[in-house]
């Protein structure tokens, strides 16, 4: 009789770092039920707050984890900490004003884009390989947002659409430039995005008169989403990339696209347009193809934790 070898530690690595991935998916797919529960606060006000609570909780792990200052961890990356914070603050308020302003499931399956747009950023910036399943799948992905966005022309919606666009552009950015300032630690460029987005969101609040108070209700919303959407789910997301090649990571990823929507639907009633819903579907399998061809190349090595 024959017994089963216990699993290695490599292959433990593995099964944490999918349930940790995918918890982090769930957490972030909640931002859209998150900001549709707001009742007054716009974009920079929420924004605000939720880097308030952010910081702070960032502030804690990294010197938990790290046994030293973020700031310390910042100045030894230099410059390039500096353009991905930015560049997060950018795509926290795109994505934002895109949810407020379009269907959740619009914004979602928008922001997922930013992976092809990292493939060519990373292409013109750092010189990297495209793979041509890549490109094929970046062609496949640009028809399905155009048919997202045929019905939306001259509204509100299509400056929504436009946002999230911007918004996966910001997380491009900050992927290219962690990976051109080699930082092995995505959390303290985080970290001071969350600062940033203080100093600005208290500028702009100031200069267009919108109050820096909130109602408890959305005071309390958006500081929740500061430590349980985006802060947790970071730090699950950390952990977890660690001990997965980049093909499992992009469809462990589907799983925020898929149930932002559906907590919308559940909890609010909030359904999807027809070009949406077709045009989304294109986006996902151009996702998911990209994905799994991925997967017929060697993965990279998996680092235990």
């Known amino acids: 009789m024959t017994s089963l070898a216990p699993p290695t530690s490599t292959e433990d690595a593995h099964k944490y770092g999918v349930v940790f991935v995918f918890a982090a998916g769930v957490l972030w797919s909640t931002v859209g039920l998150g900001i549709r529960m707001i009742e007054d606060a716009v974009v920079w006000q929420i924004l605000l707050y939720r880097s308030i609570s952010m910081t702070l909780?960032?502030?804690?792990?990294?010197?938990?984890?790290?046994?030293?200052?973020?700031?310390?961890q910042i100045r030894r990356t230099g410059f390039p900490a500096v353009i991905a914070g930015l560049s997060l603050?950018?795509?926290?308020?795109?994505?934002?004003?895109?949810?407020?302003?379009?269907?959740?499931?619009?914004?979602?399956?928008?922001?997922?884009?930013?992976?092809f747009m990292t493939a060519v950023l990373g292409r013109i910036v750092l010189g990297e390989r495209v793979r041509t399943a890549t490109l094929i799948?970046?062609?496949?992905?640009?028809?399905?947002?155009?048919?997202?966005?045929?019905?939306k022309s001259?509204?509100?919606?299509?400056?929504?659409?436009?946002?999230?666009?911007?918004?996966?552009?910001?997380?491009?950015?900050?992927?290219?430039?962690?990976?051109?300032?080699?930082?092995?630690?995505?959390?303290?460029?985080?970290?001071?995005?969350?600062?940033?987005?203080?100093?600005v969101t208290v500028g702009i609040c100031l200069f267009s008169g919108l109050s820096l108070a909130?109602?408890?209700?959305?005071?309390?919303?958006?500081?929740?989403?500061?430590?349980?959407?985006?802060?947790?789910?970071?730090?699950?997301?950390?952990?977890?990339?660690?001990s997965l090649p980049a093909a499992e990571l992009a469809l462990l990823s589907l799983a925020e696209v898929l149930l932002g929507p559906l907590w919308v639907w559940l909890f609010l009633g909030e359904t999807a347009t027809f070009n949406t819903l077709i045009g989304g579907a294109?986006?996902?399998?151009?996702?998911?193809?990209?994905?799994?061809?991925g997967k017929r190349r060697k993965p990279p090595p998996i680092a235990t934790i």
């Open 282 to 293: 294109v986006l996902l399998a151009a996702i998911a193809g990209n994905a799994v061809s």
């Open 137 to 151: 799948a970046i062609a496949v992905a640009i028809g399905g947002i155009t048919i997202m966005v045929a019905d």
């Open 57 to 72: 909780f960032l502030y804690v792990v990294i010197r938990v984890r790290s046994g030293e200052s973020p700031f310390a």
């Open 214 to 242: 909130l109602s408890l209700n959305d005071g309390a919303i958006s500081m929740g989403m500061g430590v349980f959407q985006v802060g947790a789910g970071l730090i699950l997301y950390t952990l977890g990339s660690r």
């Open 154 to 199: 001259g509204s509100v919606v299509l400056k929504g659409s436009l946002a999230a666009l911007g918004s996966a552009f910001g997380f491009a950015v900050f992927t290219v430039t962690l990976r051109w300032g080699r930082a092995g630690e995505m959390l303290p460029s985080v970290f001071l995005s969350s600062v940033f987005a203080i100093v």
């Open 89 to 115: 603050v950018a795509a926290y308020s795109g994505a934002i004003y895109a949810i407020q302003n379009t269907s959740v499931a619009n914004a979602m399956l928008l922001f997922a884009t930013s992976p």
